[in-house]
């Protein structure tokens, strides 16, 4: 394999460790390489990698930077709040912190590039030098003459710059409307099967033979690899499971070759996984308790199961009354909630276009008269309008029971939206003994 | 009138007035607030009200550490535990996740303060230094939340030590990230062990050099902007090898909330485990357990007020603090309206302050009504003497104040005991709470109410073992009882419960010879067996288990406890001394209505102005009334929209009903500009107050936005 490796200007030896370090990215690596060229030759001005999560982009490109030891910044977007961090964290990466402490209070795009000349002219890269920005997409959210003026920062700066964008998304979701210079796309794809066990059996344990460990991860992506193909997941799932998995051996009831026995062991139990430590139901800590204790009856509660909230008598009515008002056509409130509403026939007031549930649109927003209305009409007793009321309302919104839709003029009649299921508000009626159902449009 | 200060403005408001240096100085002294000048025990009342709400404060603040103490100090061990799980695990790469506590606090967010606080002293004594605490207020943005914990971490970096200070600044000068924390953070660990022996203690109690972690607590989880926490999360993430992270969620509803913030690409980088502290429920019964259930504390509220506190509680906010709040409230209210209240304190100082009553107080006990009701059961003689000697009475308060506290220490214990005796019951017939069942005895005679007979009638079919534990529930109570009669009772007590058990052998006898007697019979026929257990049935209910009739006896007796112990306080003689009762003023006061104010304002400007000219029948609208108050009547004989021009000539109508009758024809209807200019002022704080709008609807139109009209 490490034929192919083959670029003048670095160190073969390096080279043949950084394609064993790096498995299932050899080609990826090559065309890398063959595209930073030597390292005094100037690079394309900027490269754009794309690939789902864990498919290895950041880890390739650091690493390479690291085994052939080449002038980089590394600075992931996401920290970035603003952009005078980023020229922060590039400039201390190039020139040292003291070149850093130059920039002004808040430097725009023009010091930096004003710091940067001055800096390289003083001392100009004899290596390539690179910018890799993790989680490119969040450039999106900065300054927008900063993307494109990363692209070509080469022609800026006049220097030997390269800038590499590693984002997850494609780079039609980046482009400018006002045009830029297009970088070079390169795509990272997923792994396949057989190279995620590939990839995993790498860390097995030191006391097991590794072809126990990889029956183990055959075992472990035969139940995973249907919903989850991110490397990262597995490998954390496999280091989870793995001391039950092993748990036959340790006790003597099976050997290394009955593989069969092992599965039958771990199979239910990996399956038990994917419901609960794979959604973080339950932490990965108590998983691991639990592993120890050996108790298979005493299941965890999930993060879920505590879903019962308990709430003010009046806070679950203002629930309720927001609950109907949100899934409710707010013409149905004369036939609800009036007591000689007339004769209404059902036929006239079912109207064919609100047949389709109201369940399937989501909650509609509702002014504050309405929820009021709708309130003082189901509680059963006589509630004064008091400011406790209406603070309940607006922590129901804190606790984003409720959600505030719109603008933002309190004084002029509020809009609301009830933010919770029907098993919830189902729940809550049930605890204060008012049947929902009757009241609810989709269910007459 | 002429006492008031006359404004220039035409509208009205509030006004701010500086009063004179001399009116001023009546107020400096603390213990001056309740001095009426028409009483000379104001401070004493001051300082007694003081001293009680220092206990009720101490007590409450008990109270909460207690009930949280168990789910903190788990909130501890789980720190420590990830502490020591950071120590090198070669193999497994588990330390990405941060670990994080999600504490379930309950909706009652005003009593999360003081868990947040005391959970921060407890981290700070015992873990770690580095503990921040964020609000979601704060933090709108990263760049704001990342500011704040800098800012609280590297200030107490600074308080450690001195040195430190010009590096800290230069730090913060220049860049506001986690990895400038980092570096931050390795620099005072290192120092760290030497600037605390405390810690070093610690350190070498536990045999291991662990790093500190830095916990972050996000007090209101819920009210985060999702997209603030995912980046934190994010960012933090990618230092967690650096800088031992730990988070506590702080959150009010479920821990699902977590699932619905975080997307599973966040969630996933944390290591969640779930904290349940007590609910607030158990919280307020062991706060009225220790205040208001409890005869050492001398203040005392009535069944109405108790009632409208405990339904504030339960509607509305479900926060203890808000109760404890009422009863402050409650307290200050009657000290400061009761001058009896002086009485109103433990039971030695009482009778002292009884010893030396004022004339005007020996007036004021004598036109309490439940003193006139105790005079009116005494002889003649001795009602003449109590309403003429000052002395006389005097002395018989000191009895009758005895007789209070008497009836408060025999009081409670029955009470628990018969709450014990009744929750047993299905249904709960006086309530499951002690509460309530306190609530209906001090209301009324407890054993006139049908719950009460129902209940008895219950505890009369109650089976063997249930009643001996119930009775021994209750002797345990009563152990905790000082008085000679509780003593008393608890013998008897005692006394039937040793016959209860007695009742074990002779009953299981009397089975096995029933057993013996079905023995013999076995032989007979079909017909002589229906007949002997047709015999034996009605023997049996002739004949009562001795059991049945023990029983009947220990029922008659608690019977006999209710009636004797569990008076309404009301009839007790001085009651009013201990007694808040003015359930109407705490209702006004704690669950205001401010819409309803504002409109009695406007349409009775009499009810605050106080003024005689403003008074008005109903339906009518009379000139004097301000202008906004008029210009409010008429519009609430509108529809949605009103016309401002038939507004205003409807306005100007009212205003010139006074001189119209001796004014000119010609000038009716006319209007000054001066008219004009009160008009639109009074429309625009009526738009000020939220009661109407500009609309584009249509022009010269406003829009009504309250209820009501067409």
Known sequence: ?444 | MSETPVTSSVSKGCFVFKSTSKKRKRHVGVGGYLVDGSDDNGSDRFRICQKLWETVQMNTEVIQDQLNKHVLDSLVEFIKKHDLGNSPDVWRQRSSEIPTAALMLGVNVPDHAMTFRSLCNLLQDSVTPFVVSVHAKECAAVKLLIHKLLEQLMGKGVSVDEEQEDETALLQRTQCTISALCQWYKTVTKKCPQVSPQRKANLKNNDLPRSLPVVVIFKDFEAFNSQVLQDFILICSRYTQELPFIFIFGIATSPSAIQHRLPHSVSSLLCIEVFQSLSCTQHLASVFDKLILNSQFPFKLSSRVIQVLVGIFLYHDFSVQNFVKGLQFSMLEHFNGQPLSVLCCQKKEALLFAKTLSQKNVERIRHLPSFMRYVETQEPQEQVQLLTSDEHVKDTCQKLLKNLHKYHKNYYPILQCLHSLTSLLPKFPLGKHIRELHVSCIEKNLWETEEYDSAMQLLRILAKDELVAALEKCAEILKSAKTKRMQNVLQQVEDFIGRLEALEGVTSEESTGDGVILEKNRRTDLFQLQKTLLEKESRRTKRVNPYEVLRSQVIEFIDSLVREYLTPAELQPLSEVCYYSSSAVLRQRLNVSPRTSIQTALSHPFHYLQNESLKTNAGTISSAAPDLCIVYKLHLECGRLINLYDWLEAFVTVMSAAEDQDADSEEKGKFDSLKHARFIQAVSELEFLGFVKSTKQKTDHVARLTWGGC
């Open chain 1, 1 to 444: 394999m490490s034929v192919t490796l083959q670029c003048p200007g670095y160190p073969e030896d390096t080279l043949r460790s950084l394609a064993d370090r790096l498995p299932c990215r050899e080609t990826q690596l090559t065309s890398l390489l063959s595209l930073m060229g030597q390292p005094d030759q100037y690079s394309y001005p900027s490269v754009f990698i794309y690939g789902h999560r864990a498919t290895g982009k950041s880890h390739v490109v650091l690493t390479i930077m690291k085994d052939l030891e080449l002038p980089h910044a590394s600075v992931d977007c996401v920290e970035c709040v603003s952009g005078g961090l980023l020229f922060h964290q590039v400039l201390s990466a190039f020139f040292g912190p003291d070149a850093a402490a130059l920039l002004p209070r808040c430097p725009s795009l023009s010091d930096f590039v004003r710091l940067y000349k001055q800096m390289s002219s003083s001392t100009p890269a004899t290596q390539t030098r690179y910018i890799i920005l993790d989680r490119a997409e969040r450039m999106r959210d900065m300054d927008f003459s900063l993307l494109p003026a990363l692209l070509r920062l080469q022609e800026l700066v006049n220097d030997n710059v390269t800038v590499i964008l590693l984002s997850e998304i494609v780079w039609e979701k980046f482009r400018p409307n006002t045009g830029c210079f297009e970088p070079l796309l390169f795509h990272f794809p997923d792994y396949s099967k057989a190279e995620l066990v590939q990839i995993l059996s790498w860390d097995h344990h030191p006391s097991y033979t590794p072809e126990l460990y990889a029956s183990y991860i055959n075992i472990l992506l035969g139940v995973f690899f249907s919903v989850c193909r991110d490397l990262r997941e597995l490998r954390h799932l496999a280091v989870l499971n793995f001391s039950k998995f092993c748990e036959p051996l340790e006790k003597g009831e099976a050997k290394e070759s009955d593989i069969h026995k092992l599965w039958k062991n771990i199979e239910p139990h990996l399956h038990r996984a994917m419901q609960t430590v794979y959604l973080r139901e339950v932490s990965s800590m108590q998983w691991e308790q639990q592993q120890m204790d050996e108790k298979e009856a005493t299941t965890l509660r999930g993060l879920s199961a505590h879903a019962h909230i308990e709430l003010p008598y009046y806070s679950k009515f203002l629930l309720i009354a927001a609950y109907l008002a949100s899934f409710n056509p707010a013409r149905t409130d004369r036939r609800f909630f009036l007591k000689n509403h007339g004769k209404i026939r059902k036929t006239n007031f079912l109207k064919k276009h609100e047949k389709t549930s109201n369940h399937l649109l989501g909650p509609k927003p509702f002014p504050l008269d309405r929820l009021l209305a709708i309130f003082y009409s189901v509680v059963d007793s006589r509630v004064a309008p008091t400011a406790s009321v209406f603070s309940q309302i607006s922590s129901l919104v804190t606790l984003q029971l409720l959600s505030q839709v719109g603008h933002d003029d309190q004084l002029d009649s509020p809009k609301y939206k009830c933010a919770v299921s029907l098993d919830f508000i189902l729940a809550i009626s049930r605890t204060v003994s008012f049947d929902v159902v009757r009241y609810l449009y989709d269910f007459l």
